[in-house]
């Protein structure tokens, strides 16, 4: 079973930046996809970005793009979520996945493993 584990979160004023980590461990064959998560208090799970395989396309939702940038190294099975220009609203915990199977995908249902969330605080 894979497992990831996120670090990095923290607190931070508006218009910071934070890089978050996503680190894999466990049996694989081949890199998959990684999409970004996060989830506030009271809401939803919402995408806040994925990348695929390979890491030759990224996507992202549009509340972050322009701020927000997914890159991954394959050789330390990492990828990272660099954060910039931060606003409260960001205010979340932050998860990244792994998704085995088909195209990226922008819901969390299509992920296969999840990491543990790291917390990520802005304030005013």
């Known amino acids: 079973q894979v497992h990831l584990v996120e670090s990095g979160g923290g607190l931070v004023n508006s218009g910071g930046s934070l890089r978050l980590s996503c680190v894999a461990s466990?049996?694989?064959?081949?890199?998959?996809?990684v999409g970004w998560f996060r989830q506030a208090p009271g809401k939803d799970r919402e995408f806040v970005g994925a990348?695929?395989?390979?890491?030759?396309?990224?996507y992202y939702a549009d509340s972050v793009k322009g701020r927000f940038t997914i890159s991954r190294d394959n050789a330390k099975r990492t990828v990272w979520l660099q954060m910039d220009s931060l606003e409260p609203e960001d205010t979340a915990v932050y998860y990244c996945?792994?998704?085995?199977?088909?195209?990226?995908?922008?819901?969390?249902?299509?992920?296969?493993?999840w990491g543990q969330g790291t917390q990520v605080t802005v304030f005013l």
């Open positions: 990348v695929s395989a390979g890491g030759t396309s990224t």
């Open positions: 996945a792994e998704d085995l199977y088909g195209p990226v995908d922008t819901e969390p249902k299509g992920y296969d493993y």
């Open positions: 466990g049996p694989t064959v081949r890199p998959h996809h």
